[in-house]
């Protein structure tokens, strides 16, 4: 294992599922276990979401084996299961690119593959999108099947519930297979969770079931009390597990071994022509087949870069300084100063670092499953009771929850301190991932505070000021990674007043106006012009664009002849947007000229790659500063020119 361009007896022979409809049941066994191989060879050096598409691999051959892909539309959630369905679908030699630029994505995208029919990245889609299907192809008279594929930890979002409501009711003809291993990236939690938990560990049902299956032997009447079973809702299944899903509409079966390639295959035969809607519970294992994987499933959700043969994941050499590290120990240090600082986290506790207050303070810290909408209108609530939330939310899932933070939080003025984790771009997750609307969208709400920390020490003080505000949203984005340095852990707090921004670096001529980050290559970008050219742009870093601090803009608007914007978010609507709109107010307005995300959706790469892509390497944030100097020269020049 970890040789580069191994062989593979049979999956080198797979180039579509057509290929492996002809296969045994022996050689498709080996053609998983080859596929296990081949992820883990490619994801070692390529790093990606392995552990759940370990998990799901029999589920995926399975699903190609049985239904007839593209025609048969197969919806995955979240999509980051879906490898095996990517290698499987033509893209087996273009998986060593998975997640690079100008690779494939790592989830499923209707523009890359026929096989991919519906896009995801954000969960609980699935059942939603397979209901569309499923009644656009009766619409239109179409045998198409529709199956959804979802994990037990998607299935906790509501959007799930309700899709899960309406297709229930719908008749509509569709699978809905969900793939439950018992685990989100952290521990699964929840009521849903709980039942799920009693379906699939009920040992008086599990027995009575497998022995009411396996006593039927192995002929045409075990087939037919095996659908009898399954398609009445008979007393075995009502009284034991699935009446939740039951009591939807849906006809419930299993749980099965998700990872018994052949139970799954039997099962999915058995039940592709039933009709109506149906729910398949399959037991699958986060992992599978990867012992380190198994062992360890939140750190192998996606280990990033390892080796095959022990298992060792590469440490970063940059030290523990991440944002999300500032965020999680600056948080556990706000609660332990204030007793009504609590912390919300919709699922995400080890990405956005709040497992830091999860292990010291467990009783001030809350895990709501993956839900966005309800997290924010939660925190709002223990706003109104007098709590200090801070809910901290990826900023692309926080656009799920855009009414709930107008319509719980802003409206009502509420103080919940509302972080929004990977603000700008995330790198290799891509278009679904990068957070690169929050300032622009949240921006148009009344009362919001949006702030962009420049560093982790602003990060820290942004949130002891957020604490201490008796109005909310108090909305704080920052990106995902590194930051500047370490001397955030030995800075004091310090209040951070709204509505004030600083200037870093005197200049003439030229504004320059940061958000976030990028105000610190801006001003790597001036030293290096002023050391090349004499000129001198004047740095400012905005850190709030909301209020915005309007003394800063007018005094630039007195002193400049041009302004340059810089934020890693969409320059519609922006920090953009916020400086051309107070310059359209003024009577001599300056030129703005933008540097951000274009109005494109942008895809995977390294944050590196794709920030080259939007102009805002320090270098390309060097060129277009320089640029402006010399339109502003040409000027000079013509008016020279008119004169004489
Ligand atoms: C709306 C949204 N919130 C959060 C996430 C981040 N996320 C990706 S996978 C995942 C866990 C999904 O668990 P489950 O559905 O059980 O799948 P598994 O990883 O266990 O296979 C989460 C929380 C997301 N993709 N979308």
């Known amino acids: 294992m970890g040789q580069e361009n191994t062989t593979y007896k049979i999956l080198d022979k797979i180039d579509s599922p057509k290929d492996i409809k002809t296969l045994d049941m022996g050689q498709l066994k080996e053609l998983c276990a080859e596929i296990r191989h081949y992820m883990i060879e490619c994801c070692s050096v390529n790093p990606g979401h392995l552990g759940s598409s370990l998990g799901a691999v029999e589920l995926m051959v399975a699903l190609h084996y049985v239904y007839d892909a593209p025609e048969d539309k197969l919806v995955f959630d979240v999509g980051h299961q879906a490898y095996a369905h990517k290698i499987i679908t033509g893209r087996r030699e273009a998986f060593r690119r998975n997640r690079m630029k100008d690779g494939i994505s790592g989830f499923p995208k209707r523009s890359e593959s026929e096989y991919d029919a519906f896009g995801a990245g954000h969960s609980s889609t699935s059942i939603s999108a397979a209901l569309g299907f499923a009644e656009a192809a009766k619409q239109q008279g179409l045998p198409h099947k529709a199956v959804a594929l979802i994990g037990d930890g998607s299935l906790t979002g509501g959007l799930a519930f309700e899709g899960l409501n309406n297709a229930g009711a719908s008749k509509a003809d569709m699978l809905v297979i969900l793939n439950d291993n018992n685990i989100s990236i952290d521990k699964n939690v929840g009521g849903m969770h709980e039942y799920l938990l009693k379906i699939t560990t009920d040992p008086r049902y599990n027995k009575a079931k497998k022995q009411v299956w396996d006593s039927l032997g192995d002929n045409w009447f075990r087939d037919m009390i095996q659908r009898f079973i399954a398609t009445t809702k008979s007393h075995l299944v009502r009284n034991s597990g699935g009446h939740l899903f039951q009591a939807m509409g849906f006809r419930y079966f299993g749980p099965i071994d998700g990872n018994d390639l052949e ?91 709040m497992n830091t207050l999860a292990k010291q303070m467990p009783e001030r810290f809350y895990d709501v499953g993956i839900e966005e909408e309800h997290a924010v209108t939660f925190s709002a609530g223990l706003a109104a009771g007098g709590m200090k939330p801070f809910c901290n939310i990826y900023s692309s899932f926080s656009q799920r929850a855009y009414d709930q933070i107008i319509h719980d939080v802003a409206l009502q003025d509420l103080p919940v301190v509302l972080c929004l984790d990977r603000g700008g771009l995330v790198g290799e997750d891509g278009a679904t991932h990068h957070g690169c609307y929050d300032m622009a969208i949240y921006r148009t709400i009344p009362g919001a505070v949006i702030a962009a920390p420049k560093d982790e020490t602003e990060l820290k003080n942004l949130m002891f000021t957020a604490m201490n505000a008796e109005k909310g949203p108090f909305i704080i984005r920052y990106p995902r990674g590194y930051g500047e340095g370490t001397e955030w852990k030995t800075a004091e707090f310090k209040e951070l007043k709204p509505g004030k921004g600083e200037l870093l670096l005197e200049g003439t001529e030229i504004a320059v106006i940061a958000a976030g980050p990028f105000a610190n290559r801006a001003l790597e970008a001036a030293h290096d012009i002023k050391e090349k050219t004499g000129w001198n742009p004047a740095i400012y870093n905005i850190r709030y664009i909301k209020p915005v601090d309007e003394e800063i803009l007018s005094e630039i608007a007195r002193k400049f002849r041009s302004v340059v914007t810089i934020e890693d978010g969409c320059i519609i609507g922006g920090l953009h947007g916020v400086v051309s709109e107070f310059m359209a107010s003024q009577s001599d307005p300056l030129p703005v000229r933008a540097l951000g995300i274009p109005d494109r959706y942008i895809s995977q790469g390294t944050q590196e790659e794709l920030r080259e892509e939007c102009n805002l390497t320090a270098e390309r944030i060097r060129i277009c500063i320089q640029e402006e100097f010399e339109k502003n020269g040409e000027k000079d020049k013509k008016v020279l020119e008119i004169k004489n």
């Not at 149906?278 to 990033?304: C, D, I, N, S």
């Not at 699922?347 to 670092?353: H, K, T, V």
């Open 263 to 353: 139970q799954v295959i039997s099962t999915l035969q058995k039940t592709k022509d039933m009709g109506g809607p149906r729910l398949l519970h399959v037991m699958t294992k986060k992992g599978k087949g990867y012992a380190p994987a198994e062992a360890e499933q939140t750190t192998w959700h996606a280990p990033g870069i390892f080796d095959p043969e022990t298992g060792m994941r590469q440490k970063s050499s940059k030290g523990e300084s991440r944002y999300q590290d500032v965020f999680g120990e600056v948080l556990l240090e706000l609660a332990r100063m204030n007793d009504k600082v609590v912390g919300v986290t919709p699922a995400m506790a080890s990405g956005c670092g």
